[in-house]
């Protein structure tokens, strides 16, 4: 992936023709969408102007309204952001989406076990497209099913997809409103645990006598971002855990998503670790917003979006690290992408609220069933022949043994699963007929 780096501004314009170019009315092209220069060379310039001379505009504007961050690079100098219409657009709707109830349906608002179980699943999607993006090599299929049953892992693919789920599970329970350094180093090793090379790698930064990991091009190996030197990292890794608990009304004001976003950014580009960097990164993202009161996020799959387009997330870096360690431009790709998530839960949602009701309707009252019973069967009637155990049921809602045992019992009992015993465990199995035995029992 080739990106080219902004021509340096001195000398770009003349000093005959500065005025002339401060005079000359913002192209409507540039407040629609934040350029790089990889863009701008591409398109005919304003009427009067050169594309070097609008690229000298373009900046001259955006340096008014830039604002520096503690995120250094390597030589000391400060990455900046901005906040133009765009964001605070994506930053309004993110605000009315995923920090209050509006519009949201009874199921994730009201149920507490309803919201576990669409929790559940959603922490299991992100662990698995998470994984997927950093090369695991199993289905969604198998991967559900690992983490379902709670079976031991296969390879190494797999155990990258349990490891992220206990990551995030710790990131969600075990991390509190405070981010130390420790913290953020036991997430990597839960991450990377029996993954690594080098297994003594998990759970600890690169040390300066180890060759740094760079950012390399997968089909080529062309060397994206060189990370800052190995010796810089402890005092890196303290000073963004300090920009992490920085309090909203402190005097620095960052809207809370920008800041979440942008402590992602940060621990991907200081790439502190052998391995995990970008999943590591992506779970900072949910705790920051967890934590600050942004609940609809844990239910979104960012992984799920990022992986439909992996060079774009790559490619959201590079322009922030071409042009002047300027972050807006990741800052606008990754509200894009919380964007598309919302919208991706809501047909989600959508659909499971229907499958569900469907089943109520056949079982003429929700009564007779509970939450996580009228979701198996929702399941089982798309899904004849599949099997469940108590194990599988009690992960996939977030209950104990006993309580999955009853429920499961339960339905065999009532003669709409059918149950046998391999070795010590009960295995139970959706029939063909569930619907005709569905409208039996009404």
């Keep these: 992936m080739h990106v080219e780096a902004p021509p340096s501004l001195g000398g770009l314009v ?17 407040r629609a969408e934040y350029l790089h ?15 070097k001379e609008w690229w000298w505009q373009i900046k001259f504007g955006r340096a008014l309204d830039a604002k520096p961050l503690p995120l250094t690079d390597a030589s000391g100098e400060a990455f900046t952001f901005s906040l133009p219409d765009a964001v605070h657009r994506l930053l309004h709707h993110i605000d009315q989406q995923c920090s209050g109830q509006i519009a949201m349906p009874e199921v994730v608002t009201g149920d507490e076990q309803a919201r576990q179980h669409y929790l ?20 969604r299929k198998v991967a559900k099913e690992l983490l379902r049953s709670g079976r031991a892992p296969k390879d190494r693919s797999e155990r990258m997809i349990l490891n992220n789920y206990r990551a995030i599970r710790y990131m969600r329970d075990e991390i509190g409103s405070t981010l130390t350094p420790s913290a953020v180093l036991e997430l990597q090793r839960i991450l990377t645990e029996g993954t690594l090379e080098d297994p003594s790698a998990a759970g ?10 760079a950012v390399v091009e997968r089909l080529d190996g ?26 909203i009304d402190g005097e620095r004001f960052i809207h809370p998503v920008v800041r979440g976003i942008l ?5 991907a580009y200081d790439h502190p670790f052998e391995d995990g960097n970008g999943r590591t990164a992506r779970a900072l993202f949910y705790w920051y917003m967890r934590v600050h009161g942004y609940w609809l996020v844990e239910y979104l799959s960012i992984s799920h979006i990022l992986r439909e387009g992996p060079s774009k997330y790559t490619k959201a870096f590079l322009l922030t690290e071409t042009d002047d360690r300027d972050t807006t431009y990741f800052l606008l790709f990754q509200l894009g992408v919380i964007e598309r998530a919302i919208a991706q839960f809501h047909r989600y949602l959508k659909r499971k609220v229907s499958e569900v009701r469907s089943v109520e309707r056949l079982v003429d ?17 798309h899904s004849p022949e599949r099997t469940y155990t108590i194990g599988g049921h009690a992960n996939s809602h977030d209950v104990t043994h006993e309580s999955a045992r009853t429920d499961l019992t339960d339905l065999a009992d009532r003669g709409l699963i059918d149950r046998r015993k391999e070795g010590r465990q009960w295995i139970f199995t959706a029939p063909a007929d569930l619907g005709e035995r569905l409208n039996a029992a009404r």
């Design 204 to 213: 600890r930064v690169q040390r300066p006598d180890e060759e740094r990991i």
């Design 14 to 30: 003349s000093r005959s023709r500065l005025l002339e170019v401060v005079k000359t009315p913002t192209d409507p092209r540039a």
């Design 222 to 247: 062309t060397v994206l971002h060189a990370p800052p030197p190995a010796e810089q990292l402890p005092a890196r890794l303290a000073a963004m855990c300090a920009f992490a608990n920085e309090p």
């Design 365 to 381: 009252s929700a009564a007779h069933f509970n939450h996580r019973q009228l979701a198996l069967l929702s399941d089982a009637l």
């Design 120 to 139: 559940v699943n959603s922490l299991m999607e992100e662990a698995i497209r998470s994984s997927q993006l950093e090369g695991a090599a199993t289905s």
């Design 263 to 267: 402590l992602h950014f940060w621990l």
């Design 37 to 51: 220069w990889d863009k701008v060379r591409h398109l005919d310039p304003p009427p009067g102007l050169s594309a």
